[in-house]
Each structure stands twice: as structure tokens, then as C-alpha cells.
């Protein structure tokens, strides 16, 4: 068999189908909840009977907690390590409690349309808040997609209402839109360490707390509101809420914040063709025209906006997977990450073991059976490396998934632990298993889980680590498990 290189990026720039039509369907259900959050409310001379800003908060959030807390219950979802809370409460805080309670006081006095094209300037502060806190960059072309999409905002606000005057629902709206683009900064990391199910859980759930402030006035406006401001409710937790957020997230942490919300310029087009028919809150043809020149910046932006690079330029964020071949120095390589994981890992791993697998390198990856490969950036440094070994019958072994803490957080350890599980699929493996330290390596427990592996009984015996030491056995079944799941 051919040895094969892929040139990847530490993250994807522009998006696959499968993550487009994931953005699509978070994006359409969210554009319904501005509607749906004007049919729960009281709004002032509708005659109709809802809820109050924060008690419609409160029931769509408790029912996606419920709906969160029961798919936990049934998958045994694991809790998150002590050291991310205070990142996943102040998640929470911003991009559920304050952004929510802000958006539907702000809705009270602005339209559904209006309220989605304000929500839509968050792309803007997501962007700025990405090239500084997040090293993320858009080409020239992609900034001037960002202001034709805003160009288009304004002009769909002028459609509504005539004129640009500051009232306190926009300003609220306004708040809603910054907080909703600091949730996106603070997001990214924690996705690397956890799949987007378990984040949105965990931050749908410290977001929900806040907001029991509001159940006095929930249990009391329940018997008179309307069945369609209560059903309104629900659905907002169950679509809106738990279902977008976790496809949001999916998408998130395949790709950069700063490109994945600009997608958000389709809100008020979405938000206002929902609200037309929902609400019968007609469009002018302002609006209209606002609409096409915001999609045109999204189009600008997601075709233009990542600056070019060439298959190996010289930037950390163009990364090659490839085999590694019997060279000297190829070798050494290799073996100098084995040392430095054995370092990190410290008493864990017996010395002895470690050290003898190191000596004998490329064995046991080596062969028809085997295979050992590593990350390098485009100056050609390596980052990382994993490892493919035969286990017993169809099934492999991956090992050693490293990577070196100034290259952590990029998703190369992802990119790794993919090519490995596609490696083995061309080797005719059926089942790849694994061992890993939940204790010492949460992200990695999180990354095997994202692309399809199962906790599962031991399979060999492991007296060479240390018996206080807890360890997970994993497997995934290469003739069903997709390459990238969602």
C-alpha cells in the first residue's frame, strides 16, 4: 500500500455540506424563536394573554433543561471536570441568562424582524473578539463582508421602522447581541474538551439557575395564559433552545467563530419571513433590500473572507498528517514525542514499559498491520503523532495520541485521532480500541467520544500502570462509524 499524505487545517475554514446543513437547521430554528417569543409574551395592547419577559424565559429554558437532563440521565453523561465550571457557569450566564432575559424585554416593544436584524451586528463584535482573544483572521474580503452584511442590517432597520432612534428595547436587544457574541469566544475552547451535547447541556443548565428568580411569576401566570403562549414556550425550549444550541455548538467547534457568525446575517431574513407568516408582520421592501445585501456580505465573507494559503505555507494553521517513514531522523522524531509524553504522563506508565517501547521504535507500528503517524505545521515541525498497532483478529489498537502543549487547543489531536480511524479502515481493520486516563486526559475522553467510541470492558491486562490510576477501555466499530461526526 502507497504511503498517502493529507494537508488538513487545524480547523476547518470553510465549512463541509454536512456542517452547512448543520448551521442551516440551527439557524432556521432560531430565526422561529423571535416569532415564537412574541406569540408567548403579553405584549402591551395585544388583549392576548402570555407570559412576562422573564417567566417566558424561564419556561423555555427549564423545559430544555428537562429535555437535557433527561437525555443525561439515559446516556450517563459524564460531569465536567472542576477546573472548566467557572469558564461553562460564566458560558451560561452570558449566552443564556443575560442574552435571553435581555432579548425578550427587548421584544417587547421591538418587532420580531427589528430584533433579529440588532441580533445580527453580533458578528461584528465576534469577529473583533476572535482576532484578539482567539488569534482567528479574516482576509480583507472578509471584513468588507462584514460591513456590507451590516450595511444590509441597517437597512433592513430603516425598512421597519423608518428611523434609527435608540429606544430601551433596542438597546436591551443590543445587549443581547454582545453577550450572544461573548458566549461564541468563551465556547470555543471548552468545545475542544467536550462534544457539543455535553457543553450546550452543561451551559443550558448554569444559564437556567439565574433565571429561578422568575418562577414565583411563571407558577402564577401559567393558569391564565393562553395555550398557545404556553405552547409557544415549549417549543421555543425544545427547538430553539436545546436542539439549535447543540447543532450551533456541533458547528462551532468544527470551524472559526469568526466565520461561523456571519452566518447570523441570515437571521433577519429568516426572521422576518417566519414572523410574516406567523405574525403577519408584513416586510417593506426596504427591509427587502436590506435582506439581499446582508446575504451577499455572508456570500463575500464565507468565499473570500479566510486569508489564502498554499498547501504547506508557513503558518501553524496548515497541518499534514502523514505516515512516518524509517529515516533516522523521522524516527528521532517520533521518539522524542514518546519521551515527552511519558514526561507529561509522569509515574502513570511504568518506565521500564515506556522506555523499551521507545527503543524499539517504529515497532510495534510498524509493518503491514501497523502504523505511526504524525502532525507537522507547515514549516514542517512536528506537532504530534499517533499510533495503529494489531490487536487480535479484525480489531487494532490507537495509542499514543500526543500532541505538544504549544500546539494544544488547535484541534490537531482531533485531526489525529480521525486520520487514525481512517488509516485503520485502509489497513481492513473492523474495530479499533483504546485505553485512555479520564483523570489525566479529559479532552482526549472527549474527542474519542465525539468521533464514536464507547466505553467497553478491559480487553488486555494493564499492570504496567499505576493501580490507583482509573482507566477507561474504548472501542469503535470501523464498518459503521462515520469519519466526522456531527
Known amino acids: ?252 467547534s468544527k470551524m472559526p467563530a469568526s466565520l461561523l457568525s456571519t452566518f447570523l446575517y441570515f437571521q433577519p431574513v429568516n426572521a422576518t419571513v417566519i414572523a410574516w407568516f406567523w405574525l403577519g408582520e408584513v416586510p417593506g421592501v426596504l427591509s427587502i433590500v436590506g435582506g439581499a445585501i446582508a446575504l451577499a456580505g455572508v456570500v463575500i465573507v464565507n468565499t473570500k473572507g479566510v486569508p489564502s494559503r498554499g498547501p504547506l505555507a508557513s503558518t501553524d494553521d496548515s497541518v499534514a498528517i502523514l505516515p512516518a517513514d524509517t529515516s533516522d531522523l523521522t524516527i528521532e522524531s517520533a521518539r522524542d514525542l514518546f519521551r515527552d509524553y511519558h514526561d507529561w504522563l509522569g509515574d502513570v506508565v511504568c518506565s521500564r514499559t515506556m522506555t523499551q517501547e521507545i527503543e524499539s521504535l517504529p515497532e510495534p507500528y510498524a509493518g503491514s498491520g501497523g502504523r505511526l503517524l504524525l502532525a507537522k505545521d507547515g514549516s514542517g515541525a512536528v506537532m504530534g503523532c499517533i499510533g495503529i498497532r494489531p490487536l487480535e483478529g479484525p480489531a487494532c489498537e490507537i495509542k499514543r495520541l500526543y500532541v505538544r502543549p504549544e500546539h494544544r487547543g488547535s484541534g490537531v489531536g482531533r485531526m489525529l485521532a480521525i486520520e487514525a480511524l481512517e488509516t485503520a479502515r485502509q489497513l481492513g481493520y473492523m474495530e479499533a480500541r483504546l485505553t485512555t486516563l479520564p483523570e489525566s486526559m479529559p479532552g482526549a475522553l472527549a474527542t474519542y467520544r465525539s468521533i464514536g467510541f464507547v466505553e467497553v470492558d478491559p480487553f488486555y491486562d494493564h499492570s504496567h500502570v499505576d493501580p490507583d490510576t482509573e482507566m477507561i477501555f474504548m472501542s469503535v466499530d470501523l464498518t459503521s462509524a462515520t469519519q466526522e461526526p456531527l
Open 1 to 252: 500500500m502507497g504511503i498517502s499524505c493529507r494537508i488538513v487545517s487545524a480547523m476547518t475554514d470553510r465549512p463541509t455540506t454536512r456542517t452547512l446543513l448543520t448551521i442551516a437547521a440551527a439557524l432556521l430554528l432560531w430565526a422561529s424563536a423571535f416569532a415564537g417569543i412574541r406569540a408567548g409574551l403579553v405584549l402591551p395592547g395585544s388583549g392576548t394573554s402570555g407570559y412576562g419577559p422573564g417567566e417566558l424565559a424561564l419556561l423555555r429554558f427549564g423545559t430544555a433543561s428537562l429535555v437535557l437532563a433527561v437525555y443525561a440521565l439515559a446516556s450517563r453523561m459524564r460531569l465536567p471536570d472542576a477546573r472548566d465550571i467557572p469558564a461553562i457557569v460564566g458560558a451560561g450566564l452570558l449566552g443564556i441568562s443575560i442574552y435571553h432575559v435581555a432579548l425578550n424585554f427587548g421584544e417587547m416593544t421591538v418587532s420580531a424582524g427589528a430584533a433579529a436584524l440588532l441580533i445580527s451586528a453580533s458578528p461584528v463584535f465576534t469577529a473583533l473578539m476572535s482576532m484578539v482573544l482567539l488569534k482567528e483572521r479574516l482576509s480583507r474580503w472578509g471584513w468588507i463582508g462584514v460591513l456590507v452584511s451590516f450595511a444590509g442590517v441597517v437597512l433592513i432597520t430603516l425598512g421597519e421602522g423608518g428611523n434609527l432612534e435608540i429606544e430601551t428595547g433596542a438597546i436591551l436587544v443590543l445587549i443581547a447581541s454582545i453577550t450572544t457574541s461573548t458566549y461564541f469566544i468563551v465556547s470555543k475552547p471548552l468545545l475542544r474538551r467536550y462534544s457539543a451535547l455535553e457543553f450546550t447541556s452543561y451551559a443550558i443548565w448554569a444559564g437556567t439557575v439565574p433565571m429561578l428568580v422568575f418562577a414565583p411569576g411563571l407558577v402564577a401566570q401559567i393558569p391564565d395564559a393562553s395555550a398557545s403562549a404556553t405552547l409557544a414556550g415549549v417549543y421555543l425550549g425544545v427547538f430553539p433552545g436545546a436542539t439549535a444550541y447543540v447543532l450551533w455548538s456541533s458547528a462551532l
